[in-house]
């Protein structure tokens, strides 16, 4: 399958490719490994983590169709005018917007196992949080804001969101399993960050790889650890 997002550049091609395939791969695992799992709490997980694989896949499937993803560009924002790549990287936001939310909601039970610490207020509040972040971003990559002064505002949310995760279930539940969960949320999400303003190119394979670190390796790696250590 062609993305011809960037003809002359084969690494972006086969950055879109790789990561659609892994995201294929781990929700098929996840689908399968939720009937395996050993109670409601960690099978609930895993359907988070089938959710969030499957929103990822969809808009890949989209990524690697430039026809399909230009038509819904033009659709939502009535500009056709930018590069696909461009185009791609404000796309991105629509299946972003769900899927961090229910990856907030996985890290939230996972961090809260076996405790009573865990509210709908908190979710509330993290996944507010979040959406700011990423509303935030999109203005800066829309244009509709300086990207440089929407690179600083979004990490504010950014870093209180973490904040709030941190206090509620590491304060008085920091053992080793919640802090690598932790931390590995933070590296890969603040790397979101970091290569916000970069080159396109850039930007786009090093993002593509965040997402099939974040929503694909991690996910698998949730699903080891459900089935045989939980």
């Given amino acids: 399958m062609k993305t011809n997002v960037a003809p002359s550049s084969p ?11 892994l995201l294929i791969i ?24 089938c959710g969030i694989t499957f929103v990822a ?13 230009a ?11 930018e590069n696909l790549v461009h185009r791609i990287n404000v796309l991105r936001y629509i ?6 939310a229910l990856m907030l909601v996985a890290l939230c039970y996972l961090l809260s196992w076996n405790r009573r610490d865990m509210s709908w207020r908190t979710l509330g509040v993290v996944i507010g949080l979040d959406w700011m972040m990423l509303g935030i971003g999109l203005l800066g990559e829309m244009g509709v ?18 904040y709030v995760l941190h206090h509620t279930f590491l304060r ?50 949730v699903c080891v650890r459900l089935l045989f250590f939980s």
Avoid at 200 to 214: C, H, R
């Fill in 71 to 81: 038509t819904i560009f033009q659709f939502l924002f009535g500009n056709s005018a």
């Fill in 26 to 49: 781990t929700y098929v695992v996840c689908f399968v490994s939720a009937f395996f799992m050993p109670s409601f709490h960690a099978r609930r997980i895993m359907y988070l983590e």
């Fill in 95 to 100: 299946g972003w917007f769900i899927s961090t």
């Fill in 11 to 21: 690494l972006l091609e086969t950055s879109f490719r790789l990561t659609y395939s």
């Fill in 145 to 162: 804001v300086d990207k440089w002064w929407a690179w600083v505002l979004a990490f504010l949310p950014f870093f209180a969101m973490f």
């Fill in 172 to 221: 008085t539940n920091a053992n080793s399993a919640n802090q690598i969960m932790y931390w590995t949320y933070f590296v890969l999400w603040i790397m979101y960050g970091v290569v916000y303003s970069a080159d396109e190119t850039i930007k786009t394979v090093v993002t593509n790889v965040l997402d099939g670190t974040a929503k694909g390796v991690f996910a698998l790696a």
């Fill in 57 to 69: 896949a969809t808009m890949y499937s989209i990524f690697n169709r430039p026809d399909i993803a």
